[in-house]
């Protein structure tokens, strides 16, 4: 597989050797949806929380008496069919959204979704990224000047100058290899990989 290769006018100068196993596999849309929607269930704090019939604020004093007004029996104003009463089944702090993927489920969807992107040229690679000043306009600048608008970077060292300029950027993510989560590479138009990086990722999908 040939991965181009840009230099900082966002021109095509050359191509990279990348491996097949990781950036030529077939597209498995089952895979793809399963791993991310895996890391979007695994991120939630499952903090949301419902009061039953107990914990709400009521009386336990009857409504009204149980025969002879014509309307149905009540027994007090916490019942589930009454405005303001508790739910039946409340939706509690402990639940559990988590799923489980295996490493090499895992590892073979975000391979997928490599290969996928650089089929569509929506993944290349840059020998470095780097800017002399923690200024957001000079990283801006630059990544326009190659084209990119919305971009998932992913580099070998992310230092405080690369950092503190991007943070202001809502389009661009700098992240190290570790980090790049499969719904980055799937919600960001590009992906741009430096070379380092590139070997850091070859190593860690083999």
């Given at each position: 597989?040939?991965?181009?290769?840009?230099?900082?006018?966002g021109?095509?100068?050359s191509?990279?050797?990348?491996?097949d196993?990781?950036?030529?596999?077939?597209?498995?849309?089952?895979?793809i949806?399963?791993?991310?929607v895996a890391?979007q269930a695994?991120a939630?704090?499952?903090?949301?929380?419902?009061?039953d019939r107990?914990?709400?604020?009521?009386?336990?004093?009857?409504?009204?008496?149980?025969?002879?007004?014509?309307?149905?029996?009540?027994?007090?104003?916490?019942?589930?069919?009454w405005?303001?009463?508790?739910?039946?089944?409340?939706?509690?702090?402990d639940?559990?959204f988590?799923?489980?993927?295996n490493?090499?489920?895992?590892r073979?969807?975000?391979?997928?979704?490599?290969?996928?992107?650089?089929r569509?040229?929506?993944?290349?690679?840059?020998?470095?990224?780097?800017?002399?000043?923690?200024?957001t306009?000079?990283?801006a600048?630059k990544?326009?000047?190659?084209?990119?608008?919305?971009?998932?970077v992913?580099?070998?060292?992310?230092?405080e100058?690369?950092l503190?300029?991007?943070?202001?950027?809502?389009n661009?993510l700098?992240v190290?290899?570790?980090?790049a989560?499969?719904?980055?590479l799937?919600?960001?138009?590009?992906?741009?990989?430096?070379?380092?990086?590139l070997?850091?990722?070859?190593?860690?999908?083999?």
């Open positions: 597989m040939e991965l181009k290769l840009l230099n900082e006018q021109q095509a100068a191509n990279v050797a990348a491996p196993t990781i950036f030529g596999r077939d597209y498995n849309e089952a895979l949806h399963q791993v991310v890391y695994n939630r704090s499952g903090n949301r929380k419902q009061k107990e914990e709400v604020s009521h009386t336990t004093k009857k409504p009204w008496r149980q025969k002879g007004t014509g309307r149905a029996r009540a027994g007090m104003s916490s019942s589930p069919l405005r303001g009463g508790g739910r039946i089944f409340p939706n509690s702090p639940e559990n988590s799923h489980k993927v490493k090499k489920m895992y073979a969807g975000v391979c997928s979704i490599l290969s996928q992107l650089a569509e040229g929506r993944l290349s690679v840059v020998e470095n990224l780097s800017v002399d000043a923690p200024k306009k000079l990283l600048q990544l326009k000047g190659m084209g990119l608008e919305s971009v998932l992913i580099t070998d060292n992310v230092d100058n690369l503190l300029a991007s943070r202001n950027l809502p661009v700098i190290e290899p570790r980090h989560d499969p719904v980055s799937v919600f960001y138009k590009k992906v741009l990989i430096t070379k380092p990086a070997a850091k990722i070859e190593e860690m999908l083999a």
